[in-house]
């Protein structure tokens, strides 16, 4: 079936014949950073499927996940290697993807979600504040329109999908009684999992690839990946970053206001290492 109608915006809608190549080719960071994030959205299926079993009877949100949300994720990872073959053509990146799909696929099972389904859309808004920052970091240190225009609609996405999995999340925090200790829990579950995997499992595989002579070389690969990180963390949005993260602990204002700011402080750390 054609979903593409159904796309907030499409591939064809980017003009990659206008890219601006000299305006971000000599940028190593930034090749390290789309890279990566593009073999991460190119694994989207994997979970969509995980995903609508664990929520087999809830027809709302099954098919908002098969109709939209993976649809638009696989599209982020289209759109992402698109332009990486755009503008880094000697990157091999089948090759490159092939590698990180055979590390991360294994890591991806129903195991890894939360057995309850309301803590699990919790999470969800974990991984959509993630990506929202990324995407809105890139959009405010890229300079080339084609890019500006591209990281700004994925951001828009993965700001209606925080907004999508967090009105689910309400539904079955009351059906299922959360309470906001077994919420918090949850959050810090899966931001610990986002920093020990995904982000890093897709840069060592960038690496891998350009440096097949440095594979496994961590201080070479820090060398490398350092810097990228370091231009990644000075963008992070901590402020949106530390409101969507605790948004689902439904706290009294107050306390939030307590909390917000020295929170923000130590944003940068959430996502990265
Ligand atoms: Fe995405
Ligand atoms: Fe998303």
Redesign the pocket.
């Known amino acids: 079936m054609d979903y593409s109608s159904a796309l907030p915006w499409t591939l064809e809608s980017l003009n990659f014949a206008g890219i601006d190549v000299a305006r971000v080719r000599h940028n190593q960071d930034l090749f390290l950073l789309l890279c990566s994030a593009s073999f991460v959205?190119s694994g989207s299926d994997l979970y969509t499927h995980n995903l609508i079993e664990h929520f087999d009877g809830d027809l709302e949100l099954q098919a908002w996940l098969r109709e939209h949300w993976e649809h638009e994720?696989l599209q982020?990872g289209r759109a992402l290697a698109a332009y990486v073959r755009h503008v880094w053509p000697e990157f091999d990146w089948d090759a490159g993807f092939k590698a990180f799909w055979n590390d991360y696929g294994a890591l991806c099972t129903n195991e890894q979600l939360e057995p309850s389904r309301g803590l699990e859309l919790a999470a969800r808004c974990v991984v959509e504040t993630g990506?929202a920052s990324l995407y809105r970091a890139l959009n405010d240190i890229v300079d080339e329109p084609v890019l500006k225009q591209l990281t700004n609609n994925?951001k828009s996405?993965?700001v209606r999908h925080y907004k999508h999995f967090y009105q689910a999340f309400q539904r079955y925090r009351e059906s299922e009684r959360l309470g906001r200790y077994k919420v918090f829990r949850a959050i810090l579950r899966r931001v610990n999992e986002i920093r020990n995997e995904d982000s890093d499992i897709a840069l060592r595989h960038v690496f891998n690839q350009c440096y097949p002579q440095h594979k496994d070389d961590k201080a070479a690969f820090l060398k490398v990946a350092g810097p990228a990180q370091a231009l990644l963390r000075r963008h992070i949005p901590a402020e949106m970053t530390v409101k969507m993260l605790l948004k689902p602990l439904n706290l009294p204002p107050r306390l939030l206001q307590t909390l917000e700011k020295p929170l923000a402080k130590i944003s940068e750390k959430l996502f990265l290492h």
């Open positions: 959205e994720e982020h990506t994925i996405d993965e």
